[in-house]
């Protein structure tokens, strides 16, 4: 079974940042989309970037130009460079695979203290 791990969440000051990565243990260039998801408490799960196979990228409005998205193929690991961060950013922070259906990691939780 083809699991998804995230890692690198933690505690970090207001314009601090954080990199998180998402290890699958398959060939990540078998899913047609791997992305970072992000769930505040007592909200819904939102889509935070995407990176497609054929390698276009895209990011919420609320991330763009202080997060970014990017991919090692040879580790099956999808990153998620944070910067900026600011307290609204605090959420549990999936990783998921998208082939016939989504695959997801446990979640790590990103707290950005003001």
């Known amino acids: 079974q083809v699991q998804v791990v995230e890692s690198g969440g933690g505690l970090v000051q207001d314009g601090g940042s954080l990199r998180l990565s998402c290890t699958v243990s398959?060939?990540?260039?078998?899913?047609?989309?791997m992305g970072w998801f992000r769930q505040a408490s007592g909200k819904q799960r939102d889509a935070v970037a995407i990176?497609?196979?054929?390698?276009?990228?895209s990011y919420g409005d609320s991330v763009k130009g202080r997060f970014t998205i990017s991919r090692d193929n040879a580790k099956n690991t999808v990153y998620l460079q944070m910067n900026s961060l600011k307290p609204e950013d605090t959420a549990v922070y999936y990783c998921?695979?998208?082939?016939?259906?989504?695959?997801w990691g446990q979640g790590t939780q990103v707290t950005v203290s003001s």
């Open positions: 398959s060939n990540i260039t078998s899913f047609a989309i």
């Open positions: 990176i497609r196979s054929g390698g276009s990228i």
């Open positions: 998921g695979a998208f082939s016939a259906g989504w695959l």
